[in-house]
């Protein structure tokens, strides 16, 4: 196992000096500058390498520089670009007539391309509003929820911390608990739209109850509401389903996509389907660069990948074994484990996941804190036994650093 001396040198310092005075951050204040990577290994700019058991968080689907990625970039960057949403091009038809048929809810469908997760969300708001009209004002969304961060996304996310700076944010959008009851107690005939991630991955990778999803449909189609399911971090395969709703047999009225379907290139969708799919209309929306050849054709060559290799099975596989992994560990900081194929979420049983977080990437292991006792796993569809072996040794490592330097009972 190699072993990753803290300190820092002059160069670390130079660029995280300049990090400082010419980024926006987006997140915490320090990190690792990053330069090369290779399937499920990264390597900073000292020459340190990492097993990346976050891939960019739940994005980088087939590792880094997969050659059917390398050479789907470099294919169409050579033949065309981008033209603009007032021509068709055939790697976009191809990939919205993929994603359906993956989602395997019959030929009633469209999709709606944007650049990320937030603009996905953003159409399925617009979507929401269309169908809702005048007599439907209220949208549903669910305690803990994270939809994205531009002004409608985060209308539907729920953290305090993100929206209070920003408010006043678009109206209607009511947040409720994740049980059967508090959405039985919610619904009536004004409400438009219910979101849901069928797993909360940005909370901490926590499910919904068991039947949620079926109770939802059968509610929202009672009280004719849309059923939107948020399936951004949970689509792609990453669960051990093409698309997590698959797990509950349930048809959304429409799914929203991002993340792991680019495999590291920006690319997000709104997939409609049945009568939902026609509310947006020429006019309604748009995006320039939303569903550009370059982007599509990435995603095209990715999700065939995924398909051709068996990496939804992949992810299904593996992700028992290292939930076995993790459980087998025996540490006292771990609680529990959550989630479903490769999206996984350790309980621990301290608030010191930052902790543990810092001491796997000193030891070269990327894994993140999705909150202070939650560690969120969701590696490259492509692992194997190897990867699973070296990130076993690491997180052990890590977890018998943090053991030690801290009592496990959580400070009063
Ligand atoms: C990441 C994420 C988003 C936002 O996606 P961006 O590409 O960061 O805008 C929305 N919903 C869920 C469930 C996500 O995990």
């Known amino acids: 196992m190699t072993s990753h001396a803290a300190q820092t040198s002059e160069t670390a310092q130079a660029w995280q000096d300049a990090a400082d005075r010419d980024l926006i951050l987006n ?7 990053l330069v090369r990577g290779e399937g499920s290994h990264l390597w900073d700019g000292e020459g340190r390498r990492y097993l990346d058991f976050l891939a960019g968080i739940a994005v980088t689907a087939l590792g880094h520089a997969h050659p059917v990625f390398v050479e789907a970039v470099s294919r169409q960057a050579g033949t065309l670009a981008h033209v ?17 048929r ?12 944007g650049n990320s997760g937030t603009e996905a969300n953003e159409a399925a708001f617009k979507l929401a509003r269309l169908h809702g009209g005048v007599g439907r004002p209220r949208i549903l969304s669910l305690d803990n929820a994270f939809h994205g961060r531009t002004i409608g996304a985060l209308a539907l996310t729920a953290k305090a911390s993100m929206r209070d700076p920003f408010q006043p944010l678009p109206g209607g959008v009511e947040h409720i608990p994740a049980t059967i009851e508090a959405l039985e107690a919610a ?6 739209a219910l979101f849901v991630e069928p797993i909360q991955g940005e909370a901490g990778v926590l499910e919904l109850p068991e039947g949620y999803l079926r109770a939802a449909r059968e509610l929202t189609t009672a009280h004719g509401a849309l059923l939107i399911v948020d ?23 429409a799914i929203t996509l991002a993340k792991g379907i680019g495999g590291g290139f920006p690319i997000g969708a709104l997939v409609a389907f049945g009568e939902a799919a026609a509310l947006l209309q020429p006019g309604s929306h748009g995006s320039t660069f939303g569903g550009n050849p370059l982007a599509t054709a990435v995603s095209n060559a990715v999700l065939e990948e995924i398909e051709q290799s068996g990496l ?9 074994q290292v939930r076995a992994a993790v459980e087998g560990i025996g540490s006292p900081l771990v609680a529990g484990v959550r989630g479903r194929g490769l999206l996984i979420g350790v309980a621990l049983s301290a608030p010191v996941a930052g902790q543990v977080v810092a001491a796997a990437q000193r030891l070269g292991l990327i894994v993140n804190a999705a909150n202070p006792s939650s560690v969120r796993i969701a590696p490259a569809l492509t692992i194997g036994d190897a ?13 018998a650093e943090v053991a030690a330097a801290a009592p496990t009972e959580t400070p009063k």
């Open 312 to 320: 939804v099975q992949n992810a299904r596989d593996r992700g028992a």
């Open 187 to 192: 619904m009536d005939d004004r409400v438009a």
């Open 27 to 33: 997140a915490g204040p320090r990190f690792e500058l």
């Open 231 to 253: 399936e951004i971090q949970t689509g792609a395969g990453r669960t051990g389903d093409w698309f997590a709703f698959q797990h509950d047999g349930i048809v959304p009225d």
């Open 84 to 100: 603009s949403n007032y021509f068709a091009t055939p790697p976009q038809l191809e990939v919205a007539a993929r994603l359906k």
């Open 387 to 399: 990867e699973i072996a070296e990130f076993t040794d690491l997180f052990t490592a890590a977890l």
């Open 102 to 113: 993956l989602a395997g809810t019959g030929d009633a469908g469209r999709v709606f391309f």
